[in-house]
């Protein structure tokens, strides 16, 4: 298994950007996927999740209304859409494949944890929001 992120950068408060995770290794289509951030002295959190078929969503509070996750089974690439950014947005993102078990209700309450509740992740792309 294979999770490739890129398109972070560094943008001025207010820009806009779109991180892509390409996959391979598995059937793309069959599972959920998220993508988890962790800011410099910060633990990691659940930005966004997004069901095998897109009919389920779910944004951290922080994000919602701002970012957008999509995906395209077809190129097994996620997706995330950032618009409006804003120098606390400034992390590593990366994206991650959570396990079965996880529910959408999960992502408010249990912190992304490599292994406990998401088995794979990509090394990650630096997003950095500066003026």
């Known amino acids: 298994v294979q999770l490739v992120e890129s398109g972070g950068g560094m943008v001025q408060p207010g820009g806009s950007l779109r991180l892509s995770c390409t996959s391979s290794?598995?059937?793309?289509?069959?599972?959920?996927m998220a993508w988890v951030r962790q800011a410099p002295g910060q633990g990691p959190e659940w930005v966004s999740a997004?069901?095998?078929?897109?009919?389920?969503?779910y944004y951290a509070d922080s994000v919602q209304g701002r970012f957008t996750i999509f995906r395209d089974n077809a190129k097994n690439t996620l997706y995330l859409q950032m618009n409006n950014l804003k120098p606390e947005d400034t992390a590593l993102y990366y994206c991650?494949?959570?396990?079965?078990?996880?529910?959408?209700?999960?992502?408010?309450?249990?912190?992304?944890?490599?292994?406990?509740?998401?088995?794979?992740r990509g090394q990650g792309t630096q997003v950095t929001v500066s003026s």
């Open positions: 997004i069901s095998y078929h897109s009919e389920t969503t």
């Open positions: 991650t494949r959570p396990k079965w078990e996880m529910s959408f209700t999960d992502y408010g309450r249990r912190p992304p944890l490599d292994g406990v509740n998401y088995d794979y």
């Open positions: 290794g598995f059937v793309f289509s069959l599972f959920h």
